[in-house]
């Protein structure tokens, strides 16, 4: 029943993007704040599509995405709200279309959220997270999907099978395979391997990528791994691990952009692990980032969104807290005490 009403919806929403396809549009292409693999992949895929379509169109991006991802094909052209403000508060102001990549709700895009709530461009959703919002006229919402890129990938490969060039199959791949965890989270299904062969075949540099994204690491992101794991504490009787990282302890190693990234996941390689937390304090935002991750049955979406002003996926998802890291730890102990009869 929900795979034949998803199917329906993919059909409506293809056959309305073509309808505004048909005409030449300005278009806008949004992926969330702190853009990943997933939601820069896409929307520099969509954007090379778009061009070949003979559209204007450019990709938004809330801030800055983390240098791992600095080589991505299209990637000097986005422009950034922080950095390129007044570039960007016109791109918006004369949007007839505007899409949104990898996020399913506007509180995802930071202060960019009023401009594009007060913005009469036509508003498309692309996004495989659960509970969308409703801000969009156009959604094609997948949670069944492993990652934004594969739904693009389907997009493009309904509308032209042919418009595959390896640029687009770069950013394709990559996303992919940072939101499977190189194909090994068990949101990658047959489908999934199916469109990354296609896109192997139409020129993406399997290889390659995977040494870009994760052989890139500096000496410092190595040394911030190492405190990160002395930190992590084990919660007694309980198949859950947490780590804590201070602004301190980042700034010791020289943190920049993106030196967390997959930390978490260190949690879950431990035996018997079924919860993995961490907690990074960003002293500048006034808050602490956290991020969770989950084996099996337990949801970090709803843990997520219960406790820490977040949400995400099943086994992945962020979250919250404008307290200290001292406080953050008591409160998420006793949120587990109220969920550990769930494991
Ligand atoms: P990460 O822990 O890698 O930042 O994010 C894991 C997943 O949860 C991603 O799909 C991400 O988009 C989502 N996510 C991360 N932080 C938040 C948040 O604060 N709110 C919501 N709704 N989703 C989040
Ligand atoms: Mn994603």
Same mark, same amino acid.
């Given at each position: /029943? ?9 059909? #409506? ?7 505004l396809?048909?005409t030449?549009?300005k278009?806008v292409?949004?992926?969330?704040k ?9 929307t520099l %895929?969509?954007?090379f599509f778009?061009?070949?379509?003979k #559209? ?5 991006s ?6 791992f ?10 422009l ?7 570039e ?6 004369? $949007? ?15 202060d960019l959220?009023p401009? *594009?709530?007060g913005s009469?461009?036509t ?14 006229s ?5 949670p069944? +999907?492993?990652s934004?890129? &594969? /739904?693009?990938?389907? @997009?493009?490969n309904?509308l ?6 390896? &640029?687009i199959?770069?950013? @394709?791949y990559?996303?992919? +395979? ?6 090994r ?7 999934t391997?199916k %469109? *990354?062969?296609?896109l *192997? ?8 990528? #995977? ?9 410092s ?16 009787? @309980? ?9 301190? &302890?980042?700034?010791?190693c ?5 030196d ?9 390689? +431990?035996e ?10 960003n002293q ?19 843990f997520a ?5 977040g949400?995400? #996926?099943?086994?992945a998802?962020?979250g ?9 730890? *008591?409160?998420f102990e006793?949120?587990i005490?109220?969920? $550990?009869?769930?494991f």
């Amino acid at each position: /029943m929900k795979i034949v009403s998803l199917q329906v919806m993919k059909q #409506h929403f293809i056959s309305d993007l073509q309808k505004l396809l048909n005409t030449s549009q300005k278009i806008v292409i949004l992926p969330h704040k702190n853009p990943d693999g997933d939601a820069l992949g896409s929307t520099l %895929a969509l954007r090379f599509f778009l061009l070949k379509k003979k #559209h204007e169109a450019v990709v938004i991006s809330p801030n800055d995405y983390p240098d791992f991802l600095n080589w991505l094909p299209g990637q000097d052209t986005v422009l950034k709200f922080n950095k390129d403000t007044k570039e960007v508060r016109q791109k918006i102001d004369s $949007a007839t279309l505007i899409f949104t990549l990898d996020f399913n709700n506007l509180s995802r895009i930071g202060d960019l959220e009023p401009l *594009i709530k007060g913005s009469k461009a036509t508003k498309i959703m692309i996004d495989h997270h659960e509970s969308p919002g409703d801000y969009a006229s156009l959604m094609y919402s997948d949670p069944s +999907m492993s990652s934004t890129c &594969e /739904m693009v990938y389907h @997009l493009i490969n309904t509308l032209n099978k042919n418009a595959f060039t390896s &640029e687009i199959s770069d950013c @394709l791949y990559t996303g992919i +395979m940072t939101d499977t965890g190189s194909f090994r989270y068990p949101n990658t299904t047959p489908k999934t391997h199916k %469109a *990354i062969a296609h896109l *192997i075949e139409a020129g993406a540099s399997s290889s390659n990528i #995977h040494q870009k994204i994760y052989d890139s690491a500096s000496f410092s992101r190595l040394k911030l791994l190492g405190i990160t794991l002395s930190n992590m504490k084990h919660i007694k009787n @309980l198949p859950i691990v947490y780590m804590t990282l201070s602004q301190e &302890e980042l700034n010791t190693c020289d943190y920049k952009k993106g030196d967390t990234e997959g930390f978490v996941n260190y949690g879950l390689s +431990m035996e018997g692990i079924l919860f993995s937390c961490i907690m990074i304090e960003n002293q500048q935002e006034g808050i602490l980032k956290m991020s969770f991750r989950s084996q099996g049955n337990f949801s970090v979406n709803d843990f997520a969104r219960i406790y820490f002003n977040g949400g995400g #996926h099943h086994n992945a998802a962020g979250g919250m807290s404008k307290e200290s890291i001292k406080k953050t730890v *008591i409160r998420f102990e006793k949120a587990i005490k109220e969920v $550990a009869n769930q494991f």
